[in-house]
């Protein structure tokens, strides 16, 4: 969740929705894939690229989630010196 200090915005929220969603499809397309090796399915290797696509999905909306965030604390330290310097 947001930090007190931060600045409310919708790309905030929006990334922080999007990592949740992005992890959760994530780990169904590892349920999914390892149900299909218990099951001796050999359909279960199309899912390899899904899976690493889903992986890189998920890391990538987490770094953007935290660059964003950096931005709010950046502007903080930034209006704090501001602030200081008055």
């Known amino acids: 969740m947001m930090q007190s200090n931060m600045e409310v915005c919708n790309q905030c929220l929006r ?6 969603a ?4 994530y780990v ?6 390892d149900q299909m090796i218990r099951d001796g399915r050999a359909g279960a290797i199309i899912l390899d690229s899904a899976i690493k696509y889903a992986r890189s999905r998920r890391n990538a909306a987490a770094r953007f989630l935290m660059a964003h965030r950096g931005t709010h604390e950046d502007s903080s330290r930034a209006k704090t010196r501001t602030a200081g310097q008055f």
């Open 15 to 20: 990334l922080e929705n999007r990592l949740p």
């Open 22 to 25: 992005a992890s959760e499809h």
């Open 28 to 33: 169904r397309l590892i349920v999914q894939h």
